[in-house]
């Protein structure tokens, strides 16, 4: 069964500090892996998508990390801020099908 | 500006109601999904479409019907509603392309409180 595994489930963080998220997947075959990022009260949207030959991707202060081989996928925070306080969800992708399963995510608390 | 809209933000129902959540796209997307959230369950899914009138069951399809007769609209609805139904439930969208994964677009959400 495919399944999705994010680490830690919770973490805290004083503003400005940095922070690594991280993400294990079982999906095969693999694709992608998208990440999101859901506000307290809003639905999930998407940060960035990494495809099976990409390693690294920046968006902004974000930058995702991709290892197809072990399947792993980080998300680095840089010089967090307090908007930053949100839930970041990892989604891979493969296989024929459009169905997205959501990891349960990791809950960032930033504060000042 | 790409919109999914829910019918409602709030909704409080009696157990034993029939109950239906609604949601519209316009973003002509194939896709639509319904969602349904907890604490520390992350977001779990409970029925998929990729078609008008095509549907598959998610991971939680049990208590759960869907409906989609128009490409736009997707219609989740509970037949007799539970407490253990007391939930977020979110509907999203995504085009089909070529490749998987399709970026979701998401809905405000519908906070379900079955009393």
């Known amino acids: 069964k495919n399944q999705v595994e994010q680490s830690p489930q919770s973490l805290i963080i004083l503003e400005g500090k940095n922070c690594t998220l991280q993400?294990?997947?079982?999906?095969?075959?693999?694709?992608?892996l998208r990440w999101y990022k859901q506000d307290t009260g809003r639905g999930p949207v998407s940060l960035t998508i990494m495809t099976f030959s990409e390693n690294t991707k920046s968006n902004g202060r974000y930058t995702a990390t991709l290892d197809a081989d072990t399947k792993q996928s980080s998300l680095h925070i840089t010089a967090s801020q307090l908007s930053d306080s949100a839930s970041y969800i990892c989604?891979?992708?493969?296989?024929?099908?459009?169905?997205?399963?959501f990891g349960t995510g990791t809950l960032l608390a930033v504060q000042p | 500006d790409v919109k999914v809209t829910q019918s409602s933000r709030y909704l409080v129902k009696r157990t034993g109601e029939k109950v239906f959540l609604e949601c519209v796209q316009d973003?002509?997307?194939?896709?639509m999904f319904w969602y349904r959230q907890d604490p520390g369950l992350g977001l779990r899914l409970i029925y998929f479409?990729?078609?008008?009138?095509?549907?598959e069951k998610g991971d939680i399809p049990e208590g759960y019907s869907v409906s989609r007769e128009k490409k736009e609209r997707f219609s989740l609805i509970l037949e007799s509603a539970s407490t253990n139904q007391t939930s977020m439930y979110l509907c999203?969208?995504?085009?089909?392309?070529?490749?998987?994964?399709?970026?979701?677009?998401f809905g405000q959400g519908t906070r379900l409180t079955v009393v």
């Open positions: 993400c294990n997947y079982t999906v095969s075959p693999f694709s992608n």
């Open positions: 479409s990729y078609d008008v009138k095509m549907k």
């Open positions: 989604v891979p992708g493969g296989g024929a099908t459009n169905k997205l399963i």
């Open positions: 973003m002509d997307h194939e896709n």
């Open positions: 999203a969208s995504s085009a089909s392309s070529g490749t998987v994964n399709t970026e979701a677009f």
